[in-house]
Each structure stands twice: as structure tokens, then as C-alpha cells.
């Protein structure tokens, strides 16, 4: 007999090929590897040990690539590039010139869809199947998507949409693992957890139907009784009345479950609802024991588990918000935090120890998150909303509409802004200054280190309207942070090094770059510490003394923080160079920050040597 071995699938065609006891030893040798193969990267972990057997079933039993498999979140995918002809490639995962973390069109015809941000995947599987439907392919469409993702309204407009869509074969897994990447939250999913993962109603299904099986038309009656059966103890009446069939629960881990009951739900076609519990971690104890911990970490070893540190790292901009948000509490009772589901991510974790009654965590629900802010901020309380700054863009509207047309006092805490690494394009922090600049009412700050940020805090949380602070991922300077609640002047910045001729006005975190490169170059370096409003005093004062300006960021360039400077020269008929230095105009792939800030010329020596190239005229004058 020939030896199955995880060396020999080059393509989900090989998995068909095997039979049941196969796809088990696949199993076993696949969870292995992904362990072994993300102890060495990074990267998330408790989610994809928790897909095995899933990504298994559905290759065997579908016609990947021709079938369509849409991955949510896309974090539960590793076993799936594995198993598509990625498995060489998995030692570059999340790294310059390496493979992507999450499903990416142009890296493999098997990724139908893009996806890293949440609740996406049962819209663009209902996009796939009328496509396929108006072509006059035979099709299959499938959406695997967690149960945190489940509760995302955008998960219900697809929905809602399907049961209205007429010859599309979709499929929508649930993968119920009672996690997202924080543990649940809702109403919702606290329904799912009671009922659906509930085993009464699974073991009288199967014991039912194994009973009835030989007396078809006792058993024709039964599934009629079914129907209002399962809707008094489960919640399989609130799919079926949006149109689909739904079955489940079964478990996620059980190959001789999973494999026929996708196998006959292909054959049925049409509307499917599949529900599956997993379990996050499965199969490595440490993660299934604390599947938070081991859900995105970095190198360790999977013998011994992830070890703390021994020495204390820099503070992190996270730290430092955590922090602040637990002092300015303390001393202001009105002050709410709101988390939609990042509350290890966005540091509120002691936070919620401290003040459970005053910790919101809405779930995966960023437009609910701001315009919940909203409403509490119209009823005198001083919300504070702590977002990555690429999920705030899903909250975009209700910013603009819900929070800034209204002048009401919310206070946006952007964490991940700028480069993020490892994670690439998709959460890339890129466009928080060009989209928030624009927005009337909209405070924009820009921290320059760890103890700007705290200041930065408090100072756009005791401003009377809506204010937001950017900061990026991971530790800064190492600047020492002063303790207190102290403010600064809004739209204020503040000269750190006195020069001549040309002035780097600096929007942020590459502030210690560009002052050791204005060393190099006798310059000054000013930390604007405001995007909106602008120091239009300091600025005009500036040009009375500089003949050029460099504006640097770490965001877009086109409509930046350097196009708001170059907008208030021009109102002002100011007729002085601008060399604007931050993110080009593409999209950034992953990679370590620190080497893609240098490789776009956004490091010290970077900085120095555009600056050079492009007012040579006046380094002589500096030399």
C-alpha cells in the first residue's frame, strides 16, 4: 500500500484521489505542519489548527479551483495554501517577496476572493454564483465564515440578499468556534452558543433519522415535524426563513462526518446553510488552552510554547493607550470605551478589569461602533472608540453622518496607522490623515512618540467635539512617557530643532528619523502634532525664514498632511518648495516595517539623502 504523506499533495486533485483513512493520516501530518511551519514565521496559528479537517473535506469533495471557496477574515487559511501547491512557500509566509496571510487573487488561481477584514465572503460568494448562473455554469459557491464574523451586519445583508436570489448554488459554513479573535460577544452569538452548539438537538436529529431510516413514510413525517421542532431549539428557523437549508450542527473535526455531508449537500444544491463546530487551537494543547495568546504570535518553540520576555521591551503605542484610557477614567467618570472586537489588539484588556460596567465591545460591527459612540456622546457621556485605522474606513459614514455632522464629543483612538508588516496591504493604516482631514469638526493628531501620544490623548479627549489620534503598531522611540493627564494647545506644534534655510515639518512617528537626518543637513525640524488644524501661525513664521519645506508621514501622500500644508500655502499665496515625503500611491505588501519604511525612503538615511536630491542649490548653504 502506498504511503500517504502531506509531501505528496501538490493540488487539491491529489486529496480526491484518497480514500477516508487517507484523508485522516493528511489530517494528522497537516496539523503538524502548520504548527511547525507558523513557529517559525509567525502568524496566526489558533485559527488555522482549527481548519484542518474543514479545508480537508471541502477540497476533496469540491472541484477546486472551478468551485469557488471564499474564506472570511481569511486568518483560517493556512491549511487551505498548504494544500494548493503553497506548502514549500510557507517558510516566506508574511514576509518581503513571500507568500500573503490571508487568501490573495493574484498569489493563487485557488484564492477566489481576497480577504483579511470580516463578514465578506457570503457577499462575494452570492456575486460568484449569479455570475456563474447567468454564464450557464454549473457551479458550487462556498462561504466558510466565523461564527464572531456571523454576527457582522454585512453577513445578514448577504443574507438577506440570497434568499431573494433565484438558481445560484451558495453554500455558507459556519465554522462555530466560539471565538473571533477576542472571545464572543451579542446577543447573537450568545444565541448560536446556547442553541446551536448545543448537542440535544444534534443527537435526537441522528438518532431520529437512524431509527426511521427503514420506515420511509414515518420518517417523510418526521422531517415535517422537523421543521417546527428545530425552531423551538435552535436558531436553524431563522436561516431557513431567509431561504436557506439548513443542517448541523456537526463537528468540524470529524472527517467521516464532514465528507458526506458536504458530498450530499453539493448534490442538493441551491441555498445550503452548513453549521460546524471546531475548536480554535485544536490538536496543540497550549492554543486550546488559550487560543487568544497563540492566535497571532510571533517565533517560538511549539515543544516548549510562547515564553515572556525576559527583559521588559519597549512600550508599545498600544501600552501606552491602554494606560492613559485606565488614568483618564479613573478621574472622569464619563469616559466609555468602545472595542469592536479588538480588546487584546487595542490594548483594553485591564481596562475591562477595571471598569466592566463602562468596556463595550460591540463585536464585529464597526459602523455600529461609531454611531453607538454617537448616541451615548448625545446623552453627555465622553465615549472613546479604539479602532485599527483600516477598520474605522468600515465606519467611514457614520463618522461623517452620524458623528461629525452632529459636532458630537467622540474620541477616536487609531491604533495600526502607517505601515503595519507582517500584515500587509489589507490592513494597511494608510489613509486615516487624507480621510479624516477632509471631515469638518474632525481633530486630527499625530503623535510624534510614546509620551506625545499620551499627551495627544488627553488633549483631543478634553476637546468638545469629535478628535481623533493616530498611532502606529508596535514600540517607538522608547521616549519616557510622563505621568498625568496634561494637554497641549490644539492645532499647536512645537520646533525640536532649530536650523536655517529648510524646515522638515514632520506629521508623526517618523519625527526621530528626520531629526537625525536634519543633522546631517543643519535643518529645522518642527513636530506639527496636528494634521486638522494646522499651526498656520507657525507656518507662515517658518516661511518668512526657510526657502524650502519637507513634509513628512507616514500615510498617503495624495491628500495628506503634506497637501494640507501645500493647500494653506497656496491660500495664502506662499510661494516656497514643498518636497512631500510618506506613502507612494500603491498598495504596500508585507514585509518588516522598519525595512519597508527604508526601502520607501522614509528612514533617517532616506530622508537625508531625498532632501539632498532635490534642493542641492542649498546645501552648500547647510554643509
Known amino acids: 500500500m502506498a504511503i500517504v504523506s502531506l509531501e505528496n499533495i501538490h493540488s487539491p486533485a491529489d486529496l480526491r484521489s484518497l480514500d477516508r483513512s487517507g484523508l485522516h493520516e493528511i489530517a494528522a501530518q497537516l496539523r503538524e505542519f502548520v504548527l511547525q511551519s507558523v513557529s517559525k514565521t509567525g502568524g496566526h496559528l489558533s485559527s488555522n489548527l482549527g481548519t484542518v479537517e474543514l479545508t480537508i473535506a471541502l477540497h476533496h469533495v469540491f472541484n477546486t479551483p472551478y468551485d469557488r471557496i471564499v474564506w472570511d477574515v481569511g486568518h483560517q487559511s493556512y491549511p487551505h495554501k498548504i494544500l494548493t501547491g503553497r506548502r514549500e512557500q510557507m517558510a516566506t509566509l508574511r514576509q518581503k517577496g513571500g507568500i500573503s496571510g490571508f487568501p490573495k487573487r493574484s498569489e493563487s488561481e485557488f484564492d477566489a476572493f481576497g480577504t483579511a477584514h470580516s463578514s465578506t465572503s457570503i457577499s462575494a460568494v452570492l456575486g460568484m454564483a449569479v455570475a456563474s448562473r447567468n454564464a450557464g455554469l454549473d457551479r458550487q459557491h462556498i462561504a466558510v465564515i466565523g461564527d464572531g464574523a456571523m454576527t457582522a451586519g454585512m453577513a445578514f ?60 413514510p414515518v420518517l417523510e413525517f418526521a422531517r415535517r415535524i422537523e421543521g417546527h421542532a428545530k425552531g423551538i431549539v435552535s436558531p436553524a428557523t431563522l436561516f431557513e426563513e431567509l431561504g436557506f437549508n439548513y443542517v448541523g450542527p456537526i463537528d468540524g473535526h470529524d472527517l467521516d462526518a464532514l465528507v458526506p455531508t458536504l458530498e450530499n449537500l453539493k448534490q442538493l444544491g441551491g441555498l445550503q446553510f452548513l453549521h460546524v463546530v471546531t475548536k480554535k487551537g485544536q490538536g496543540y494543547k497550549l492554543a486550546e488552552a ?147 482631514r477632509c471631515v469638518p469638526n474632525m481633530v486630527v493628531a499625530t503623535p510624534s512618540d510614546e509620551n506625545e501620544t499620551r499627551l495627544l490623548l488627553s488633549t483631543c479627549y478634553q476637546h468638545p467635539g469629535p478628535a481623533s489620534v ?154
Request: hydrophobic share 45%.
Open 157 to 216: 445583508e448577504a443574507l438577506n440578499n440570497a434568499g431573494v436570489t433565484s438558481g445560484v448554488n451558495v453554500l455558507v459554513i459556519l465554522n462555530d468556534n466560539d471565538m473571533s479573535i477576542s472571545p464572543p460577544v451579542g446577543a447573537l452569538n450568545h444565541y448560536f452558543a446556547r442553541l446551536l452548539s448545543g448537542r440535544f438537538y444534534a443527537t435526537a436529529k441522528n438518532v431520529g433519522r437512524a431509527v426511521l431510516q427503514h420506515v420511509p
Open 290 to 436: 488559550d487560543p487568544v495568546l497563540y492566535h497571532g504570535p510571533g517565533k517560538f518553540d511549539p515543544s516548549v510554547g510562547i515564553q515572556k520576555p525576559k527583559e521588559p521591551p519597549k512600550q508599545t503605542f498600544t501600552k501606552v493607550f491602554g494606560n492613559w484610557l485606565c488614568d483618564m477614567a479613573e478621574s472622569d467618570p464619563r469616559l466609555l470605551g468602545i472595542t469592536p472586537a479588538m480588546r487584546e489588539g487595542s490594548g483594553m484588556v485591564e481596562f475591562e478589569r477595571r471598569f466592566p460596567a463602562r468596556y463595550f465591545d460591540v463585536g464585529i460591527a464597526e459602523q455600529h461602533a461609531v454611531t453607538f459612540a454617537a448616541g451615548l456622546a448625545c446623552e453627555g457621556q465622553k465615549p472613546v472608540v479604539a479602532i485599527y485605522s483600516t477598520f474605522l474606513q468600515r465606519g467611514y459614514d457614520q463618522l461623517i453622518h452620524d458623528v461629525a455632522l452632529q459636532n458630537l464629543d467622540v474620541t477616536f483612538a487609531l491604533d495600526r496607522a502607517g505601515i503595519v508588516g507582517a500584515d500587509g496591504a489589507t490592513h494597511a493604516g494608510n489613509y486615516d490623515i487624507a480621510y479624516l
Open 470 to 623: 493616530r498611532y502606529p503598531r508596535g514600540a517607538g522611540c522608547g521616549a519616557t512617557v510622563n505621568a498625568g493627564l496634561d494637554v497641549v494647545p490644539v492645532g499647536k506644534g512645537v520646533v525640536r530643532r532649530e536650523g536655517q534655510h529648510i524646515a522638515l515639518l514632520v506629521f508623526g512617528t517618523l519625527a526621530s528619523a528626520a531629526v537625525q537626518a536634519a543633522e546631517n543637513l543643519g535643518a529645522t525640524v518642527v513636530d506639527m502634532r496636528f494634521v486638522k488644524p494646522l499651526d498656520e501661525t507657525l507656518l507662515q513664521d517658518l516661511a518668512g525664514t526657510h526657502q524650502a519645506f519637507v513634509t513628512i508621514e507616514d500615510a498617503a501622500i495624495m491628500g495628506g498632511a503634506g497637501s494640507a500644508v501645500l493647500e494653506f500655502f497656496s491660500q495664502k499665496g506662499i510661494a516656497c518648495p514643498v518636497l512631500q515625503l510618506g506613502l507612494p500611491d500603491i498598495f504596500i505588501d508585507h514585509g518588516d516595517q522598519a525595512a519597508i519604511l527604508a526601502e520607501l525612503g522614509l528612514n533617517a538615511a532616506g530622508i537625508e539623502a531625498s532632501i539632498r536630491e532635490r534642493f542641492p542649490n542649498l546645501l552648500p548653504l547647510v554643509a
